[in-house]
């Protein structure tokens, strides 16, 4: 890669970093309270390695194998990876050993799958819900009138740390449609975490390139952008 290729990452992480300040700003909250999670999944170590140098510290991934192979040379400790897309359960296992948070827990089998294998690693391991919000058919995460069930089972799984939410809105060409996906997650975060044995649920993972500034204003604290940071550099 280029020097001027590097700088051009650099400026766009800068760039989404301006555009997550100003959303926070227009709702009353800290650029602090959002996490940047980099989605990686199209790009090499090279370019991780690249945007970790820029300031970035969590990075998606969407497929096991893939980030197998990316990450057979550790991050510094400082990093974060976080699993994004649907988890198989047969690669609980690896997911477990390799990710610090999974965001796609949806079912039964996975909830019962990731707390076998973090108990024989004796790890507890950071996990969300996936709430298919906009019931897409072609998109996975769990049905709303579903969530609370699912989410009592998690919280009580004893090697998994129940945190949050995530949700994947419909791909459109005007973020202000999917709005009400992104409130209607954060209204059954609230939902659910009014119930003792359910527990706080601080994280609320939703907001892509095209649409997280609108999920920041109704309440994202971790955004997952990919496009915007690697894509438009090459």
């Known amino acids: 890669m280029t020097g001027l290729e590097t700088q051009g990452l650099e400026q766009h992480v800068l760039s989404v970093r301006q555009r997550i300040a100003s959303a926070c700003h227009r709702a009353g909250r800290e650029p602090t309270s959002v996490t940047l999670v980099a989605v990686s ?18 990075f998606g991934e969407n497929r096991i194998q893939p980030a197998t192979q990316k990450f057979a040379e550790p991050m510094p400790l400082n990093c974060k990876l976080h699993m994004i897309g649907h988890l198989q359960s047969n690669k609980t296992g690896t997911a477990v050993q390799l990710f610090d948070m999974i965001h796609s827990v949806d079912r039964v089998s996975l909830i019962e799958q990731l707390q076998r294998q973090a108990a024989m690693r004796e790890k507890t391991l950071n996990v969300l819900l996936q709430v298919n919000i906009a019931r897409e058919t072609q998109k996975t995460g ?60 601080p994280v609320l993972s939703m907001g ?27």
């Open 208 to 234: 892509m390139t095209n649409d997280f500034e609108t999920a920041i204003e109704e309440g994202a604290t971790h955004v997952r952008i990919g496009r915007a940071i690697f894509e438009s550099h090459r």
């Open 41 to 58: 999944k199209t790009v090499g170590r090279e370019e991780i390695d690249l945007a970790y140098n820029a300031g970035i510290r969590d």
């Open 142 to 201: 769990c049905d709303r009138n579903d969530a609370y069930r699912l989410a009592l089972q998690v919280a009580q799984a004893s090697e998994l740390n129940l945190l949050g939410l995530m949700t994947m809105a419909p791909l459109v060409g005007e973020p202000e449609s999917v709005r009400p996906v992104f409130r209607e997650l954060t209204r059954l975060r609230d939902t659910l975490s009014a119930n003792p044995a359910i527990g706080a649920l």
